[in-house]
């Protein structure tokens, strides 16, 4: 794989990469769609802003993914999507510049065939949770039961050494994040932001939306007292009451983005 960054300059963050291999079919412009609509839902949501991404496995192929050029998610059009190897290579960027963190979603999808769908986000509110010992994100309502009793933490520096920009910047670490990631929902990742994985966009969407909101809450609650979290059993119920319910979400955010 032939990688260089903008200036031509390799070594540095990588933007524009040489296609190679053959995408496998092109995928329903529904899909496209939606993941066009995902990604100013998020936006629009504070879950990204210039930077962050979202991806989606390819329908036809489980080796394959998909995801926007390098630009701002509430910018990204459905021609803008890119099909991906899971090794972070394109097959069809033609020269566009590419997520540097495309590895992020490659490995996460090799580890879990289970997964679908991918957010990457630096949201505001979970950074916190990251960074200070001991304050474990963790559901304080119904809506992120999802989260299980304790979001687990990625910490770079175990892998990449000290001096390290944060990124996911190649597969040893993509890989590293997924195996942190391992059977939970969300993984936190230190001084940098957050991992979502769901069965869908639509899942992937709403359990990045509400982790960031939970956040905020847990935030809040803490000034007031003592926190009582979610149990296990409730995480469970909870995640299939509610869970069952994205397509409303979905629906309404949808239509506030068109």
Request: charged share 20%.
């Amino acid at each position: 794989m032939c990688e260089q960054n903008d200036a031509g300059v390799t070594g540095l963050p990588v933007s524009v990469v040489v296609d190679s291999g053959s995408a496998p079919g092109a995928p329903d412009s529904d899909l496209l769609e939606e993941l066009s609509a995902a990604n100013r839902i998020l936006a629009r949501y504070r879950v990204v802003d210039a930077f962050g991404h979202i991806s989606v496995r390819h329908p036809h192929s489980s080796d394959h993914f998909l995801l926007a050029r390098n630009m701002a998610p509430a910018q990204v059009k459905p021609a803008d999507v890119v099909t991906f190897s899971l090794d972070g290579t394109p097959v069809d960027a033609a020269g566009r510049g590419v997520y540097l963190e495309r590895f992020i979603h490659g490995e996460i999808y090799r580890l879990r065939p289970d997964v679908q769908s991918v957010v990457h986000s630096h949201a505001p509110a979970v950074v916190p949770f990251g960074i200070v010992e001991g304050a474990a994100l963790r559901p304080v309502w119904h809506m992120s039961g999802f989260l299980g009793l304790k979001t687990p933490v990625f910490e770079i520096r175990h892998h990449g050494g000290e001096a390290t920009d944060l990124l996911i910047r190649d597969r040893a670490l993509g890989t590293a994040l997924g195996e942190c990631l391992a059977d939970n929902n969300v993984v936190l990742m230190r001084g940098h932001g957050a991992t979502v994985v769901g069965d869908s966009i639509r899942q992937s969407v709403y359990r990045a939306v509400f982790t960031q909101v939970n956040a905020e809450l847990q935030l809040q609650a803490h000034q007031l007292g003592e926190i009582n979290f979610l149990t296990a059993g409730e995480c469970e119920t909870a995640s299939l009451s509610v869970g069952s319910q994205v397509d409303r979400a979905w629906n309404l955010w949808k239509e506030e983005v068109s």
